[in-house]
């Protein structure tokens, strides 16, 4: 049983499909949503897939080395200060408009 | 001054600690046996839960009986020896009482929310080091996973209040909410300070690393203050009085947990006291040297009289200070306004913090004591 | 901020009149350190004094009650329940030395033990009520309802049934006041709590019959024992003025499991 | 000022108020009509200034079909007292309302409407204040009717 | 004409105002009447716009009881328990009001002794009230502690009326013509004694609360009210004094001994909740000199001028007494037939009804929690108010 | 042996966890519900970069992704309390397209993903030195070093907390009054009601 | 009922020593629930100085029974302590606060207003003559207001009947004892039926009859007999 299991250790190419499926699920919230908070949700999803792809090549590409470690960070930050500015313009919009559902924001005037 | 001088340049004892965790001996015998690995595993859950519960009743006497001191009184007396088995008949009440839950609630969300906010107590009980030999697991991530995990606590809060469906639940969460998240940037910036004189982030290695000194003395003014602002961000992470501001009785009834009742109000309950504990032996820890006996510099006869006492004990009568300081404020202050709060925190702790951290560069740098920093 | 608080007297005309008056004032607010000082200060004295009351055990006021019951001691003017004065000091004693030794046989309670005992000494009951009902007039909320008869011996209005309403007494006193005779005074019982509230109307006179003197002007044994007659707890009916509200559900005893369904509907009308 | 003067100026200002018998200070009477006029002298005139309306409550006389408003009025300048009555009929009480002059008077005349049946007019806000909105019935009236309520046995 | 009479519904329910901005989200929240705030059974419905209180809209009733309506059953003997029932933290003055009306009217003379007794008597309650109202202000503002401190000085000066009178709260003690009864022969030694402890007490308020710096915060500059206005609306006692009018019916129409006394009508000249905060603080210190110049020298004589079962009818007309009670003037309206020994028409002016309402015009733009300071330096007692 | 069974164990669970909970947070009607969700995906990604033996980085995650970013999201859905923000939807339609642009996006990944030869080195270990090599790589100037990116998401950051704030600052409405418990303002509105007949404090601002 | 309750008696009943195992579960219970009183103070009027506050007050301490953890949620609180008369306007939310108590709740009426409408009784429009006219109520204090004692004794008495006259197996239904002090050998099982009878149907009582009528009252005077002869 364990031996069968250690064979099915998991290497790069599964990490990396795993990535690859939180980035489409992702992709496939922010095709089907209309609510603008929901579509900030799924843009979190996938950038956290995308800090995940950089951790997981520099675990098995250069494991001595962090700078993929380093992007990750920076990608959580952005993700930070995206989700700030993105809830403010929602929270606004919602003020102005009484609506959070981007099909209607179609037009610039406020 | 010359006093702290001495007393900051301690000497070397001869004991040398090697602190094991349960979670290191668990590792070790995986080679082993996987039975023992379990076994330490249900240790691991099995004192937890028991500290879980034996801390909230405990607490909870404690906090009644000092409560009733205060104020000329005598607490509970008619539950066994001394009321001693007051909290004990108030569990058991509990869990037989009607679990009740709004007809107009989000059920689901509802009965979770106690469980989300018991869980970071839950969690941060496991990271403390007791003693140099009692201690589940020692990341060495473990300040950043403490200040992280703070926000499970949160959402638990949160979670409560909106599921209610009741307009105090409501605005209790929301103060919560925004309380904790503000002060919870002032603790952190406390515990860099630690972290900067520390040279770690594992709370054992915090522990060694106060050897030769407690920091809330060994780290010059920033020391101290640091302490300080941790003490009052935390109170007010605790939602406790002069910060209880989301359950203020006189405006918001109960606050987050209006709607609850029997166990699931009981966890929320235990949740604060348990958190109150954790945050208490935090201080401890960071502060106060956890379990690391009391040394004055070269009484090499007072410090090996201090070294005989345990280290849990050591560790237990700091943290006991620590929540009596914390119970101290409650039966003393009034509460503060919602403004007044913030006002605290964004203009007073906050630029305070950042200052002290500043001068804790300072210190580091200049190395003002000679401390090794990090390994 | 932490001003200086002046109080300071002055005199000042006010509606036609010089009056002394004591004027509360606040100085500037002091300098941004002197601010954080004093409040520091200000919170610090306030630890202390509660420390203070924390490390002194005398500082502890507390009476315990059920405790203290046997020492318990309550002013000799407190107003608690009314009760019929019984003169006849003599019979007074042997009964009390009799419930005594029951309750120490039984291992009771004294008061169970004189709740218990019916068959007794009839002269301690000899009263000072006349039946003038003057405490009946004076009783602001009808408390006290005070049944006369004719008296077979005396031929004069005598008292029947001394009627107390202990659920709805106010225990204001007027009654006591208003006796002419001195028939009837408040002691400091206070350990009424029952399950039933009917239970709390009380027939004060334990015999039906003339003032004490009266009786004991009677030189007959067998005629004074004519002339009165046993009254036990009150046994008559009870007026409880009881309405249901409109808009309420009867109230049911015990409550059945299905009162939720009362709740929304309560909610929906109320908020 | 002595009461005798109170009441001589209060006279030469509004003639056609009476002096009232029967009362422990100074009182005058006055006609509902005028009683706003009245009032605003009473208020606002420089040896009067009666800037305090200690209490202002309703006498029911079913037997004389009127309602007896007494208006009590204390200056905190002078130092006076005044009691101002004013008749209403039964039939239709309608008073005007003083609320304007004295701000607490919109919550008392809301008590003496609740309990007494009195309308005010111009009154900002006139509702039931100790009473639910849908009772029927004012208590305080002599004639007041209530099947809940029970008579004190005599 | 037609007199338009709204209901509490059309009020709450009212829509916003026409220019009234989109954005606001205000909503209502009731407070009460069982709300920890409410002490006792006052509702308030307040508009909130997030933590601003926009409008505050009391309502009281929730303990009418109809006392004036049974008063008209009543004689003039069995009125004064029912004045227990309103302020009951100021009965002893409520009763005093009810005598003093009654001797004026009909005539009764009492002598010194009784007066003194009397002013002793209730210069301890207002002492007695106003640290249960201290304990109770700190309750409020979170500070438990000084509820218990509050209470255990309230507790000490009950005793001496349990001694005297025999009740803890309902006294029923100044009767018409003089009192229930007389004064034990240790009352003056027990009060002495009781003095410079009450004084150290009112020191340990000042280092427990006034001196905090977060309950100063929380009073000061909040709820701000001036003389002018605090008049127009009604309020006496402590409310009105604070704003720098200083009514104190004790000074400006003495009654009882206060005329033989000296001491100060305590005055703010802010008009804010702190001000109303130390005025109380500081009348506990005057209260304690009143006794202090009294205790010494009661007169001698009888504790009563008429005998209880004395007939009393007032002539026809209009009588009016008040006294200045821990919350202000509290005033008795008879209105006689000059035929019945009970009174045709009896009115209560209550202190409390007419200090309510300023909160309408104190609250709005402050916080709910500055709210919350506001009602408790009202010092409200609802069943005064509702009556 | 061991370790890499339960490595494979952990890995298979985790990995499951994180798309189901990634699935309902994408799926779900009720806002709040997606947003715990996202936070118990995001939370356990966390245990997924432990398990890549990036300690700091999970405890960053935490502290970021669930201690803020979805504290946010629940505080802006709570803040805009209204039905149309509690539930959102899809149309059937938007699914069907929007699936299967996902999962054609997904098959491409994934092929080029495995396709791709990349240096793999599995069997070397991290040196277990990560936060301080992570710290000296953001302070370095050189050609390794982070400094100019890391000083740059710093002034981004700080953009954003800035222009967060001034976006969904509330203007404030006309009649609101302004109250801070400030000292000299008590006396100031004193003098100001002294003039006029009403006293609330939002007369200073009509 | 509680999280762990709900069918719970019924199935460890049907094991054998199950029946026995409630009834020691009871007494636990039981004697868990009456020294954890938590109270919701509806105090209306004077009676909430005396019993509300003074009794929590440091001079007669409330927390000695443990009942000191006023909980101002009603959710949360076990006993309602009705302090002060009831107005018509307040009873429908006097019974809506009662019907938001969670089970087991307990209700004490304190002081003769809460009793009987008291002072107001008579010619008052408004004042409900009694509380129990909109809750049941448990347990009676009089007084007006009652000392803080007097509170105490009848907390006392309350948790009498919790610990006397409840069993899982039926929750929410109390038994109460029909006097204050019950003789030795009388058996609760024997007056809950009268009480209940009594309770249900009827609006005035003679108390003597039925003491003499019922079976335990045999008991009473022959426990009395015998204690007069010894």
């Known amino acids: 049983m364990t031996e069968m299991l250690a064979r099915f250790a998991p290497g790069l190419q599964e990490w990396l499909v795993l990535c690859a499926v939180l980035y489409a699920i992702g992709l496939y919230g922010l095709l089907t949503r209309r609510n603008a908070i929901a579509l900030l949700m799924a843009a979190e999803i996938m950038l956290n897939a995308a800090a995940l792809n950089f951790v997981v090549l520099n675990r098995f590409t250069s494991p001595q080395l962090v700078d993929g470690h380093v992007m990750a960070l920076f990608v959580v930050v952005l993700a930070a200060a995206e989700i700030v500015v993105g809830m403010a313009i929602v929270v606004a919009l919602y003020r102005i408009r009484n609506t959070v559902d981007i099909s209607h924001m179609n037009y610039m005037k406020g | 001054m010359q006093f702290v001088h001495t007393m900051a340049a301690a000497a070397a004892t001869n004991t040398t600690w090697t602190p094991q965790t349960l979670a290191d001996r668990a590792v070790d015998s995986v080679p082993h046996s996987l039975w023992l690995t379990a076994g330490y595993f249900l240790l691991a859950v099995v004192g937890v839960a028991a500290l879980l519960s034996f801390l909230g009743m405990a607490l909870i006497y404690i906090e009644r009986k000092i409560a009733a001191h205060f104020q000329c009184r005598l607490g509970p007396t008619r539950v066994g020896p001394f009321g001693l088995l007051q909290t004990l008949a108030d569990t058991l009440k509990l869990v037989f009482k009607e679990d009740f839950v709004p007809p107009k609630a989000d059920r689901s969300l509802h009965m979770l929310a106690p469980f989300l906010a018991l869980l970071v107590p839950v969690v941060l009980l496991a990271l403390i080091p007791y003693s140099p030999n009692v201690q589940v697991a020692d990341l060495n991530i473990g300040i950043l996973f403490i200040t992280a995990i703070g926000g499970f606590g949160v959402m638990g809060i949160l979670i409560a209040g909106w599921s209610s469906n009741n307009k105090w639940s409501m605005i209790g969460a929301m103060r919560a909410g925004a309380q904790i998240i503000s002060y919870e940037l002032s603790a952190t910036l406390a515990l860099l300070v630690v972290v900067l004189f520390s040279g770690t982030m594992s709370l054992t290695g915090i522990v060694l690393s106060q050897q030769e000194g407690w920091w809330i003395w060994r780290g010059h003014a920033a020391g101290f203050v640091a302490f300080l602002i941790y003490l009052v961000a935390s109170t007010a992470d605790l939602n406790r009085t002069p910060f209880d501001i989301p359950e203020g009785e006189s405006e918001l009834t109960a606050g987050f947990h209006t709607e609850y009742s029997g166990l699931r109000f009981a966890f929320f309950f235990l949740a604060e006291f348990i958190n109150m504990f954790t945050v208490s032996a935090l201080t401890a820890t960071l502060f106060l040297g956890g379990w690391m006996p009391f040394h004055v510099g070269d009484w090499t006869g007072f410090n090996a009289a201090m070294d005989t006492i345990p280290p849990g004990i050591w560790f237990l009568a700091k943290t006991t200070a620590v929540i009596f300081v914390i119970m101290w404020f409650r039966w003393t202050f009034p509460r503060l306004r919602v403004d007044q709060l913030m006002h605290l925190e964004w203009k007073v702790l906050l630029p305070l913090g950042f200052a002290n951290l500043f001068v804790a560069a300072v210190v580091v740098l200049t190395e003002l004591y000679p401390f090794p920093l990090g390994k | 901020m932490i001003h200086a608080i002046k109080v300071a007297q002055e005199e000042r005309l006010f509606a036609g009149k010089s009056v002394s008056v004591a004027v509360i004032t606040r100085g500037r607010p002091p300098g941004y350190l002197r601010v954080a000082f004093s409040a520091v200060t200000g919170l610090l004295r306030g630890l202390w004094l509660t420390l203070g009351y924390l490390w002194s055990p005398e500082a502890i006021v507390t009476r315990q009650y059920p405790e203290n019951r046997a020492t318990l001691q309550l002013t000799e003017r407190f107003r608690g329940n009314l009760r019929f004065k019984f003169p006849n000091e003599k019979a007074q004693e042997d009964h009390a030395a009799f419930i005594e030794q029951l309750a120490h046989e039984t291992q009771t309670h004294a008061h169970v033990a004189a709740d218990l005992v019916r068959e007794e000494n009839e002269t301690r009951w000899y009263h000072n009520c006349t039946g003038c009902g003057k405490c009946q007039e004076a009783c602001p909320n009808a408390s006290i309802k005070v049944f006369t008869r004719q008296g077979e011996i005396l031929e004069d209005r005598e008292v029947d049934r001394f009627v107390w309403r202990l659920d709805s007494c106010m225990f204001c006193n007027a009654c006591v006041q208003a006796c002419p005779w001195d028939a009837i005074e408040m002691t400091g019982g206070f350990e009424n709590a029952v399950y039933d509230r009917r239970l709390l109307v009380y027939n004060l006179n334990r015999l039906a019959g003339p003032r004490i003197n009266y009786i004991e002007e009677e030189e007959n044994p067998d005629v004074r024992k004519r002339m009165v007659e046993r009254r036990d707890r009150y046994g008559g009916e009870v007026p409880l003025n009881g309405f249901a509200l409109p808009n309420l559900p009867p109230v049911t005893t015990p409550m059945e499991s299905g009162s939720r369904a009362i709740d929304a509907d309560a909610q929906a009308r109320l908020t | 000022m002595d009461p005798e003067s109170l009441l001589a100026l209060v006279e030469t200002e509004h003639p056609s108020i009476r002096r009232r018998s029967h009362a422990d200070r100074p009182a005058v009477s006055v006609p509902s009509g005028e009683l706003l006029a009245v009032m605003t002298t009473l208020r606002d005139h420089a040896d009067l200034r009666f800037d305090l309306l200690l209490t202002l409550t309703a006498v029911d006389f079913p037997g004389e079909d009127r309602f007896e408003l007494l208006y009590r009025l204390y200056s905190t300048v002078h130092g006076l007292w005044l009691i101002v009555s004013s008749d209403v009929p039964r039939s239709r009480p309608v008073a005007p309302s003083v609320s304007s002059l004295w701000p607490i008077a919109e919550w008392q005349e809301r008590e003496a409407y609740d309990l007494m049946g009195v309308l005010y007019d111009n009154h900002p806000d006139l509702r039931r204040v100790f009473l639910e909105d849908d009772w029927v019935g004012y208590p305080l009236r002599k004639d007041y009717q209530d099947e809940y309520m029970l008579e004190l046995p005599k | 004409m037609t007199v338009h009479v709204r209901t509490l519904d059309e009020l709450l329910h009212a829509p916003l105002e026409a220019d009234s901005d989109l954005t606001t989200q205000e909503y209502l929240v009731n407070m009460g009447p069982q709300h920890p705030i409410a002490h006792g059974s006052l509702r308030v419905v307040v508009r909130l716009d997030g933590e601003t209180v926009k409008e505050v809209i009391p309502v009281p009733g929730y303990v009418h009881r109809g006392v004036e309506k049974m008063c008209e059953h009543l004689n003039y003997r069995q009125v004064i328990p029912y004045t227990d029932r309103l302020d009951y933290l100021s009965a002893i003055m409520n009763n005093w009001a009810v005598a003093k009306t009654v001797e004026t009217a009909a005539g009764i003379e009492t002598n010194d002794r009784i007066e003194v007794i009397r002013t002793i008597m209730a210069e301890l309650q207002r002492l007695q009230s106003h640290a249960l109202w201290w304990g109770v202000t700190g309750m409020d503002l979170g500070a438990y502690t000084a509820f218990l401190y509050g209470f255990r000085e309230r507790e000490i000066i009950g005793e001496i009326f349990e001694e005297t009178i025999g009740a803890r709260l309902t006294m029923n003690y100044i009767q018409p013509g003089g009192l229930m009864y007389d004064i034990k022969p240790d009352f003056a030694a027990k009060v002495k004694k009781l003095l410079p402890y009450l004084k150290d007490c009112v020191e340990q308020y000042e280092t427990l609360l006034s001196g905090n710096v977060i309950f100063q915060e929380r009073l000061r500059n909040v709820g701000i009210v001036d003389g002018a206005r605090a008049v127009a609306l009604g309020c006496t006692g402590p409310v009105v004094r604070a704003s720098g009018v200083p009514l104190d019916l004790r000074a400006t129409e003495p009654y009882g001994a206060y005329g033989k006394v000296q001491f100060n009508v305590v005055v703010g000249t802010v008009g804010d909740c702190w001000d109303r905060y130390y005025v109380r603080l500081e009348e506990m210190r005057e209260s304690i000199r009143i006794i202090e110049q009294l205790i010494d020298g009661i007169p001698d004589g009888p504790y009563s001028t008429i005998r209880y079962n004395v007939e009393l009818t007032l002539p026809e007309g209009i009588h009016y007494g008040q006294v200045e009670t821990a919350r202000g003037a509290f005033g008795v309206l008879i209105v006689s037939d000059g035929k019945r020994e009970i009174p045709y028409r009896l009115h209560f002016r209550s202190p409390n009804f007419n200090n309510l309402w300023v909160v309408t015009a104190m609250a709005p733009g402050w916080r709910i929690a500055d709210f919350i300071s506001i009602q408790s330096s009202l010092d409200l007692v609802i069943p005064d108010i509702d009556r | ?206 | 009922m509680g999280v762990a309750l709900g069918k719970l008696p019924g199935i460890v009943e049907r094991f054998p020593g199950g029946a026995m195992a409630i009834t020691r579960l009871d007494a636990a219970i039981n004697l868990a629930r009456s020294n954890s009183l938590w109270p919701l103070m509806f105090g209306t009027k004077c009676c909430a100085i005396e019993m509300l506050m003074a009794t929590g007050a440091s001079h007669h301490d409330l927390a000695r029974f443990g009942a000191e953890v006023a909980r101002a949620s009603v959710r949360q609180a076990d006993l309602m302590v009705i302090a002060g008369a009831i107005v018509k306007k307040m009873a429908p939310r006097m019974r809506l606060l009662y019907e938001q108590m969670a089970e087991p709740r307990y209700v004490i009426a304190t002081g003769s207003c809460a009793i009987s409408g008291g002072p107001f009784m008579y010619n008052s429009y408004t004042v409900v003559r009694g509380a129990d006219e909109v809750v049941p109520v448990d347990v009676y204090v009089p007084g007006c207001p009652p000392r803080p004692e007097a509170f105490f004794w009848g907390l006392l008495t309350l948790q009498r009947m919790i610990r006397e006259g409840e069993t899982i197996r039926e929750p929410g239904i109390r038994r109460k004892p029909v006097m204050a002090a019950l003789p030795e050998d009388v058996s609760l099982h024997e007056i809950r039926a009268e009480i209940r009878a009594a309770l249900a149907n009827e609006n005035v009582i003679d108390v003597t009859q039925a003491a003499n009528q019922k079976p335990w009252a045999r008991k009473v005077r022959e426990w009395i007999q015998r204690a007069s002869l010894r």
Not at chain 6, 156 to 171: E, M, Y
Request: charged share 15%; glycine share 10%.
């Open chain 6, 1 to 206: 042996m061991i370790a890499d069974a339960v490595y494979t164990v952990m890995f298979y669970g985790f990995s499951a966890a994180v798309v189901i909970l990634a699935l309902a947070a994408v799926n779900m009607r009720q806002l709040l519900r997606a947003a715990l969700a996202l936070m118990g995906m995001l939370a356990l990604s966390a245990a997924l970069y432990i398990m890549l033996r990036a300690e700091f980085l999970a405890g960053v995650q935490i502290l970021v992704y669930v201690g803020g970013i979805v504290v946010l999201i629940v505080f802006a859905i709570m803040l805009t309390r209204s039905s149309e923000l509690l539930e959102d939807l899809p149309r059937t339609s938007t699914r069907w397209y929007g699936g299967v642009a996902s999962i054609l996006f997904m098959l491409v990944a994934c092929g080029a993903l495995c396709m791709t030869p990349f240096p793999v080195q599995s069997n070397a270990e991290p040196a277990g030195d990560e936060i301080r090599k992570i710290g000296l790589a953001l302070l370095e100037q050189g050609s390794s070093g982070y400094l100019l990116p890391f000083e740059l998401i710093s002034l981004l950051l700080l953009v954003a907390v800035i222009g967060g704030t001034v976006i969904a600052r509330k203007t404030r409405p006309r009649n609101q009054p302004f109250t801070t418990g400030g000292d000299l303002h008590g006396e100031a509105i004193v003098q100001a009601a002294r003039g006029q007949g009403d006293v609330t404090p939002g007369d200073r601002h009509s």
